[in-house]
């Protein structure tokens, strides 16, 4: 079983030699994967040090600019299967999601899942540190998506996901069309309407403390309007 976790960095200078201590140090033995956008502090540097620590588990990918979260994860993916890769995983650099967590979500994908969600609001609202108005958002954003969508998943929005690889083969990825969070639910409904089974592991998210959010409104626009169309979509299979 091979495994890898991508991680998309822009400014994480503080956070990613930490972050790749981390992964390098669970049992389930994952690789890791940086695709950094250019970032200007030094990111990628610093993420070259730890290849030449761990060697062939930790991989780099470098973008000339900021083109998308959703860009990034597609790269990534593309990266992965490129190299038979059989779970691939997806995480922020920020240590709001716990790295411990990919243990759950690896054994999701082993036992009942092709799509294992880190889910903050499938068992109440598990976030630390979000102000109020953030949290009613981003409970709100799931809430409206399942309302549009019909897909049974109360955490649409959530970046903490594993892919059994077969997964992203079956969906067409020069054919999503979100690039920001959006991105997330339009691989999740496009797994859901291909007939995968998507899981829910309940998580607690705790916001950042190292570095700066990269949450935009022309981020939560595209959305907003995207989530609209994706009845609408016909679903197409890159097989």
């Not at 930790?58 to 038979?84: C, D, M, N, P, Q």
């Not at 109440?124 to 998943?153: D, E």
Request: aromatic content about 12%.
């Amino acid at each position: 079983m091979k495994r890898i976790v991508i991680i998309p960095t822009y400014n994480e200078c503080e956070n990613v030699a930490r972050m790749t201590d981390k992964v390098m140090s669970l049992e389930g033995a994952f690789d890791l994967l940086y695709v950094d956008d250019g970032s200007p502090d030094g990111t990628a540097d610093i993420i070259r040090t730890k290849i030449a620590e761990y060697g062939e588990r930790v991989h780099l990918v470098e973008r000339s600019g900021k083109l998308g979260l959703g860009t990034a994860y597609i790269a990534g993916f593309k990266w992965a299967l490129e190299r038979g890769y059989d779970e691939i995983f997806e995480m922020d650099c920020d240590f709001s999601h716990n790295p411990d967590d990919l243990l759950r979500l690896a054994s999701r994908l082993e036992n009942d899942a092709d799509v294992a969600i880190g889910s903050r609001y499938v068992k109440g609202m598990n976030v630390v540190n979000w102000p109020l108005s953030r949290i009613l958002i981003s409970y709100g954003a799931s809430l409206y998506v399942r309302c549009v969508t019909r897909m049974p998943v109360y955490d649409s929005t959530a970046g903490f996901v594993g892919y059994k690889a077969e997964v992203l083969r079956k969906i067409d990825l020069d054919k999503v069309q979100m690039i920001g969070y959006g991105f997330q639910i339009e691989m999740k409904y496009t797994a859901w309407r291909h007939g995968f089974r998507l899981r829910e592991e309940s998580i607690v998210f705790t916001d950042r403390e190292l570095g700066t959010s990269k949450m935009s409104s022309s981020i939560f626009g595209e959305a907003f309007f995207g989530v609209m169309k994706l009845p609408f979509r016909k679903i197409v299979s890159s097989e």
